[in-house]
């Protein structure tokens, strides 16, 4: 297959890329100021000219999204929005886009996290924006086209970020990043659709 992994230098995704190659996949890596072709997700016009530039794909990937720790005494909505452009729309983005542009029977693997399902403090925005990318998976995955599917990976605190967010959320369990790559591989190559993989600790 040739995989779109957009992040594909970030933490997560160069296991992922790394994983899809050994497997003998065809990579393509996007992202900020990185990978093979530039995107910034936060914007609908840089999700599409990426589309135009890379051609099609058989499947794409997302394992970079990811939000910011908020206060809900101090959590305003123009930073709600501001969270969403990227993790949110963005990620949405790249399958409303992509399903015109990738090949018949193609994959979507959007990224969450475990506030969808267990609240945090300093997490509320966060977490309401992990539940709404559930939620469009699943009804997005009864209506894309030419046999797509798409499912997103919802993982804990990874243990290769646990120095960097073990202070943030004490007492957290870690996934290795051997067992959340193994939960991306299983919906890239797999045949499921619109399922929420947890990658918990």
């Not at 101090?74 to 501001?82: F, G, I, K, N, P």
């Not at 969450?112 to 977490?127: K, L």
Request: net charge neutral.
């Amino acid at each position: 297959m040739r995989v779109l992994v957009v992040g594909g230098e970030a933490t997560i995704g160069r296991h992922v890329s790394a994983e899809l190659r050994r497997r003998g996949h065809v990579v393509v890596t996007a992202g900020r100021s990185s990978g093979d072709v530039r995107v910034d997700v936060r914007h609908r016009d840089s999700v599409a000219d990426m589309y135009r530039e890379i051609g099609g794909v058989d499947a794409v990937v997302a394992p970079a999204a990811h939000g910011t720790t908020d206060r809900l005494q101090t959590l305003s909505r123009d930073e709600l929005l501001q969270n969403m452009q990227g993790k949110l729309l963005g990620q949405v983005d790249l399958v409303l886009l992509g399903q015109h542009h990738a090949a018949a029977g193609a994959s979507f693997t959007l990224t969450s996290g475990i506030f969808a399902d267990e609240p945090w403090p300093g997490v509320t925005g966060g977490a309401m924006i992990n539940a709404a990318l559930h939620a469009f998976v699943r009804s997005a995955a009864l209506e894309l086209p030419r046999g797509m599917r798409v499912n997103v990976v919802s993982p804990t605190m990874v243990g290769d970020s646990v120095d960097s967010f073990s202070s943030t959320f004490p007492g957290m369990r870690p996934v290795p990043m051997d067992a959340l790559v193994t939960g991306y591989l299983s919906v890239i190559e797999g045949e499921r659709t619109g399922e929420v993989v947890r990658a918990y600790g």
